[in-house]
C-alpha cells in the first residue's frame, strides 16, 4: 500500500502540478490520469473506463478567479487508485469522485493563499531589484513546495483510507450501492450538458442531432462518427475559406454603375451577417 500512494501522490505531483509549470497542458484531466494510474497499478483498463467517465463530467468545468467549482486531477487519481485497490466498478468510482474534486480545489485554493500569497512582496522586490535568477529561484521553489504539499494528500489518502473506505463500502446497503451507480451513470451526461450550455449554437444544433442519432439508432461505433465529424468540419472549413475568397475578390473588383447587387453578392452577404 505504501508504494501504490507514492505511485498516486508522484502522479498527481507530477500532472497536476505540471500543468501549471508548463503552461497549462492538460495533463491533469481525468483522461490522462485515470489510464496512466491504470498502467502504473496493473489496471489500465479500469484506469481507461474512469479517465473517460470522469472525463465527460468534468470537460465542461471550467475555473476562472472566483467562479470554481472542482479540481478535476485529484479526484481522478483517488477514484482510479481505490477503484483499483477496492475492486470497484466505475459506479461506485465516480460518486466518490465529485466531492473529492470539490475538496481538492478548495486544498489548492488554500496553498495558493498560504504557500505562495505570502511571497508575493519577495517578488516584487526582485523585480525592482532587476534580478531575474532571483525570481526564476523563488518561483521554482515555491512550485515544488506547493505540489509537494498538495501530493501529500493523495498519499495519505491512499495509505491510510483506501482499507477504511472499502470497509465503510461493505456497510453500505445494497439498494444505496444501487443509487449511486445510478447517480453515476447520470453525471457524464450532466458534464456533457454543461459543455453544451458554452458551445451551443443554432447553426451546429444539427450536427448534435445527426451524431445522437448515429449512435443511438445506427449503433455506428465513436470512431467512425468521429471519422464522419471530421470529414464535415474539413468540408465546412474549406467551403468558408472558398466564401471569404470570393468576397474578397468582389471587394477588390472595379466598381461599376450598377448599384444593383447580384444574387451571388446577396448569398454570400448573407452568409456572413
Known sequence: MFLEAVIVALVVFV?????????FTMLGRPIVIGPLLGLLLGDI???????????????????IGGASSAEPGLAAALATAFAINMNAGVEVAIPIAVPLGIIGLQVKTLLYVGVV??????????????????IAKLH??????????????????ILFGSNATQKALEQIPEVIVHGLGIAGNLL??????????????KNV???????????AY?????????????????VTASRD???KKIKKELATAPTTNNTTKSKAELEIDEFFK
Open 218 to 234: 445506427f449503433k455506428i461505433p465513436l470512431i467512425a462518427v468521429a471519422a464522419v465529424a471530421l470529414i464535415i468540419a474539413i
Open 188 to 201: 457524464p451526461a450532466v458534464g456533457m450538458a454543461m459543455l453544451l450550455k458554452i458551445l451551443w449554437d
Open 117 to 134: 500569497g505570502p511571497f508575493a512582496a519577495k517578488f516584487d522586490k526582485l523585480a525592482q531589484e532587476g534580478n531575474s535568477k532571483g
Open 140 to 157: 521554482f521553489s515555491l512550485w515544488a513546495l506547493q505540489w509537494f504539499i498538495y501530493s501529500l494528500i493523495p498519499f495519505f489518502a
Open 205 to 215: 444544433a444539427v450536427y448534435y442531432f445527426a451524431g445522437f442519432i448515429l449512435i
Open 241 to 243: 475559406l472558398d466564401l
Open 15 to 23: 500532472t497536476v502540478g505540471g500543468q501549471e509549470l508548463l503552461g
Open 45 to 63: 483498463q479500469t484506469g481507461l473506463m474512469i479517465g473517460a467517465a470522469l472525463e465527460t463530467i468534468f470537460m465542461g468545468v471550467i475555473n
